[in-house]
């Protein structure tokens, strides 16, 4: 089943959301983390 595009939208600004307090963090460790935790919920988005 797709998503409607409301659905989309909510889920792009989600995304932007998450990019956006990684790209605001200092540690670059964190800024790794961060980041690995986006790719990885991607990942499984994909696969469902």
Same mark, same amino acid.
């Given at each position: %089943?797709? =998503? $409607?595009?409301? /659905?989309?939208?909510?889920?792009?600004?989600?995304? @932007?959301?998450?990019?956006?307090? %990684?790209?605001? *963090? &200092?540690?670059?460790?964190?800024? &790794?983390?961060? @980041? &690995? *935790?986006? =790719? *990885?919920?991607? /990942?499984? $988005? @994909? *696969?469902?």
């Amino acid at each position: %089943m797709g =998503m $409607t595009d409301k /659905q989309f939208q909510s889920w792009v600004r989600l995304l @932007l959301s998450a990019l956006k307090h %990684m790209d605001e *963090e &200092a540690d670059p460790e964190k800024k &790794a983390s961060k @980041l &690995a *935790e986006i =790719m *990885e919920n991607l /990942q499984k $988005t @994909l *696969e469902d």
